[in-house]
């Protein structure tokens, strides 16, 4: 890593082409000071053509208090010297790798993820934290943050995660605007499911496990603790309906964008009972120890919970894709799971199907029943969404993205209106939003946006707007108005940036 304070040097040398350094360092990843929430870069790195910057992110946590977190974005210079804005690529909750994040970079991409300390240090870098949790509020303030850069296409974001992450990923969804599309693979989709799922089994897994050789559900056992970290915050009663609340199934009416969601027969981890029922596999029961189960009906306390993906979508809004095991599949075993064991080549990588008539394809990976041992899939698969995130990369978002719903839901952002519903362990109300003045800034930001993309969106902006009982920019919706504002608060915050 190169500090900030020798880049200049660096690109120099590097590049032999100074003149362009300073609006690197100036523009496309400035240092923010001077307001809470300000996201400062701690570290460079330039690489054949790719600059890499590391950054601190104050945040409220889910108590209202200040946190810190850290984030990475990825750029080519090319694209940041081209002049046109380009489109972000933002991975969320888990950590996107360098291999990966390079991958999208180079398709013009600008990529962006959070960071954590790595495993062996206990001084570089911050801890993973709970998916819907702070993890959740860092995951808000990231992406807000990736917005107020001066080269990132606002119109143009995508948002990926991968298990917890993918249930971030559709939060995010659900929270941000405008989104474009979004990738989930083997998302949590219901809460109190997935909470009871993990608890009903835990003494069969002989959780907490400490040898996942000696356990009968070993991987299953080795993610147990979610429950226990999921208590610690929002307290231990399954029954409750916010567990309901904090689940995507509560709010599919706010995430409008496309949604490429990918599941599989075989996931031991998040079973696709709360997907479909009409792929639910036949378990071989003497694989299992006595009493295992995975009956949504039978283990979802909640009785609003108590729905699948499919049947709490509007008819016409999702189209399934059943995928056969590829050519060359093989079964993970525990010992390769555990990396005590070589495993074999993947499959070559096939793109995934998607459906460009349905806001919402689910590609179901039809594997059979999993085996005790199994975590996400029980075989290796070798996909990637390339044509779906390309698609979406240069198409204009839809007019349909900003519902009744939805703008309801920003409004209640700028207005910070507490979530009711969802509760801390204290009975207080779960904290979502940023520091204030930021808060407003997005969502003035996103609205504006979206009135800009042609005369069809701002009319439907006002249109909603007039018909909301929330209402903080007076009775109609003026866009001077609101171009005023945003004007204020980034002076504000001492930024000037293009309005």
């Not at 108590?63 to 991975?91: A, N, T, W």
Request: charge should be negative; glycine fraction near 6%; hydrophobic fraction near 40%.
């Amino acid at each position: 890593m190169f500090p900030g304070t020798c880049l200049i040097v660096f690109l120099s040398a590097a590049l032999m082409c100074s003149q362009h350094v300073p609006t690197l360092l100036s523009e496309p990843v400035p240092n923010e000071a001077g307001f809470a929430g300000a996201v400062r870069v701690v570290d460079f790195t330039f690489d054949d053509g790719v600059v890499y910057a590391t950054v601190n992110i104050e945040y409220r946590d889910v108590y209202g208090k200040p946190q810190m977190g850290q984030g990475r974005i990825f750029v080519q210079l090319e694209d940041l010297q081209s002049g046109h804005p380009v489109p972000v690529f933002c991975r969320v909750h888990y950590e996107m790798d360098l291999e990966a994040a390079q991958k999208w970079c180079r398709r013009g991409w600008a990529v962006v993820t959070p960071h954590y300390r790595g495993p062996d240090s206990e001084q570089d870098g911050y801890a993973l934290e709970l998916c819907m949790g702070n993890s959740y509020n860092l995951s808000r303030a990231l992406i807000q943050w990736v917005r107020r850069l001066p080269f990132a296409d606002r119109n143009h974001m995508h948002l990926d995660g991968e298990s917890a992450g993918a249930y971030v990923a559709l939060a995010m969804s659900a929270d941000c605007f405008p989104v474009a599309s979004v990738t989930a693979s083997m998302p949590v989709l219901n809460w109190p499911y997935s909470l009871s799922y993990l608890e009903k089994n835990k003494a069969l897994a002989r959780a907490p496990v400490k040898d996942m050789r000696e356990s009968p559900l070993p991987v299953m056992g080795a993610v147990s603790m979610l429950t226990d970290w999921s208590y610690s915050i929002f307290g231990n009663d399954l029954r409750s309906a916010k567990w309901y609340f904090l689940s995507p199934i509560a709010y599919l009416d706010r995430i409008t964008s496309p949604v490429l969601l990918l599941c599989a027969t075989g996931d031991m981890l998040v079973p696709i009972e709360q997907v479909s029922r009409k792929y639910v596999p036949t378990l071989d029961s003497a694989q299992f120890p006595a009493g295992f189960t995975r009956n949504l009906d039978v283990l979802t306390s909640v009785p609003n919970a108590r729905l699948t993906l499919e049947e709490a979508l509007p008819n016409g809004s999702i189209a399934f894709h059943s995928e056969p095991r590829q050519e060359i599949n093989h079964e993970i075993t525990l010992a390769q799971f555990m990396k005590t064991e070589a495993v074999p080549p993947a499959p070559p990588e096939k793109d995934l199907w998607w459906s460009r008539e349905r806001q919402w394809s689910v590609v179901v990976l039809d594997e059979g029943p999993p085996a005790p041992y199994s975590a996400h899939t029980r075989y290796k698969w070798s996909l990637s969404p390339d044509s779906f995130v390309t698609h979406f990369r240069h198409k204009e978002p839809g007019a349909g993205i900003l519902t009744e719903a939805k703008l309801r839901h920003l409004l209640g952002r700028y207005m910070d209106i507490p979530d009711e519903a969802v509760t801390l362990a204290d009975g207080t109300p779960v904290s979502r939003t940023n520091f204030e003045v930021l808060e407003k800034l997005d969502v003035i930001t996103g609205l504006l946006d979206y009135a800009g993309l042609g005369s069809p969106y701002q009319a439907r902006l006002c249109r909603l707007y007039a018909i909301s009982e929330r209402k903080p920019f007076g009775d109609s919706l003026e866009m001077q108005n609101l171009k005023q504002e945003r004007r204020s608060l980034l002076e504000h915050l001492g930024m000037f940036a293009k309005l």
